[in-house]
């Protein structure tokens, strides 16, 4: 594809993504994933009753969103290492715009990957088992 096309493109795209994440947004805010059965449930669990890393965060992400912090985090403690990620991603993508610079950006590295690999494993496994304390890691 031709850079000039991409160029056009680009502000559409932007502009698809920012009013997507809006209307999720606004979902999420409004209705309890938990009440409400437009939201998917987790095929991992629905078929077998193990948790995948993911278990529980739509409903983590509403809490966060209605302001309860705690509630959030409890539903899915992996929501903390997302949130860092997101925001350090972001912080670079938006430094290189501000300041015209780039910057080097950590989580282009594969010992990062492989650490936050290694996170995600070890949180699906520790929340799998069922006995005091791992239990709290569970939805």
């Not at 501000?98 to 990062?112: E, P």
């Not at 290694?118 to 939805?139: C, D, E, G, H, K």
Request: hydrophobic share 45%; glycine share 4%.
């Amino acid at each position: 594809m031709p850079l000039e096309v991409l160029n056009k493109i680009k502000p559409f795209i932007v502009t698809v993504i920012v009013i997507t994440l809006i209307f999720i947004s606004y979902l999420y805010y409004n209705y309890n994933p938990s009440e409400y059965k437009i939201f998917p449930k987790c095929p991992l669990y629905s078929f077998t009753g193990i948790y995948c890393p993911g278990c529980g965060s739509q409903r983590a992400v509403h809490q966060l969103l209605q302001g309860h912090i705690i509630d959030g985090i409890k539903h899915n403690f992996l929501i903390i290492l997302l949130i860092v990620i997101l925001l350090y991603d972001t912080s670079i993508k938006l430094g290189k715009i501000i300041f015209n610079k780039t910057f080097k950006n950590l989580l282009h590295n594969s010992k990062t990957s492989f650490t936050v690999l290694i996170m995600v494993l070890l949180f699906w496994l520790l929340r799998n088992i069922n006995s005091y304390p791992f239990t709290i890691l569970a939805p």
